[in-house]
């Protein structure tokens, strides 16, 4: 690892070299890990500036995620009991000095874990619910969703999977100096599998549109996307409604090579009037952390994520990417 960074430095350096400015600071790349919106808000954040034509840019994103949710009503049942690791591969090309074209593919693997106990002290030492994961078995996987009677999900074993492949482009509308203002579009394709919990189970294109505004040694940026749900079949006999995903993200330098990033990543609900909360309820997170360059085109993000809505968004999420752009 430690020589295919120096490697990746070395390449990067001759980038430089050959006149390859710096990119743009990214916000945190890293979609909201509760299984249901993994598969069906395929949503990460992304910088407005798309870099000069011939840009390549590899990404990894990792992240690892603490989930229980118990909840029940007439008209559907919720059990969530696990701990999600999710891993994706992402390339991107800018074709020209207004468009980059790019490819997604995620996986990721649930099982019953070791950070219950963690988790459960410290929700306690904070004063935060823990939603009644004190009642349940430590270190347990359940991944149940049913609706009316009918079985939409029910595992209850560690399982992993591909998840749906994500083809993705942006459009470079202006450009003013540092200012920067993109339109955002996105198509996932069924690749993965719904009957594991970790597909859509349809194609769910997107547009969208993403800004940055740097303010000297403080750079913000802003994401929003909206999701047709009409093709996927998941939640079935459940209706999933279309979905707006945002996210409103403020980096500070604190070095040229080290910035501080608080980031709000959110989306409204996925479905609606099925009294079970992580169902009906809107997503919120708050993500903190730093981000690193350790050479000329490279980025290292390090982040901690938090909900803020309860119940649709994993109750704690540790996240890891590493960004090559040359």
């Not at 099982?111 to 823990?130: K, R, T, V």
């Not at 049913?146 to 079985?151: E, N, T």
């Not at 599998?193 to 969208?208: H, N, R, V, W």
């Not at 649709?312 to 960004?323: E, I, K, N």
Request: with cysteine.
């Amino acid at each position: 690892m430690v020589i295919a960074l120096v490697l990746c430095c070395l390449a990067s350096a001759v980038a430089a070299l050959a006149g390859q400015p710096v990119p743009a600071g990214q916000p945190f790349m890293v979609p909201n890990q509760s299984p249901l919106a993994l598969s069906l808000v395929p949503f990460t954040p992304t910088a407005a500036a798309l870099g000069p034509q011939g840009a390549n840019r590899f990404t990894l994103v990792s992240a690892y995620s603490s989930i229980f949710v118990q909840q029940s009503s007439r008209a559907a049942n919720l059990d969530l009991d696990m701990e999600l690791g999710y891993l994706s591969l992402g390339y991107a090309y800018t074709l020209h000095p207004r468009v980059r074209l790019g490819l997604e593919l995620p996986a990721a693997f649930y099982w019953g874990g070791f950070m219950d106990g963690f988790i459960e002290s410290y929700h306690q030492a904070l004063g935060l619910p823990n939603g009644g994961r004190e009642n349940a078995p430590q270190n347990q996987v359940r991944y149940d969703l049913s609706s009316r009677g009918k079985r939409i999900v029910s595992q209850d074993g560690s399982t992993q999977a591909v998840g749906d492949l994500r083809l993705k482009g942006a459009w470079l509308l202006w450009q003013g100096g540092g200012p920067a203002l993109s339109l955002l579009g996105q198509v996932s394709l069924p690749t993965g599998d719904p009957d594991k919990g970790l597909g859509a189970g349809g194609t769910i294109p997107a547009l969208g549109l993403s800004g940055d505004l740097p303010l000297g040694r403080w750079a913000l940026n802003a994401n929003v996307m909206y999701f047709y749900l009409g093709d996927t079949s998941l939640l079935e006999p459940l209706q999933a409604d279309n979905v707006w995903a945002g996210s409103l993200s403020l980096g500070w330098a604190w070095t040229d090579s080290l910035t501080l990033r608080g980031q709000l990543n959110g989306a409204t609900a996925l479905v609606e009037g099925t009294g079970v909360e992580g169902l009906d309820n809107a997503i919120l997170q708050l993500l903190l952390g730093a981000q690193w360059a350790p050479c000329h085109g490279q980025l290292i993000s390090l982040a901690f994520a938090e909900d803020l809505i309860y119940y649709t968004s994993p109750d704690f999420t540790l996240s890891l990417s590493w960004g090559w752009s040359f």
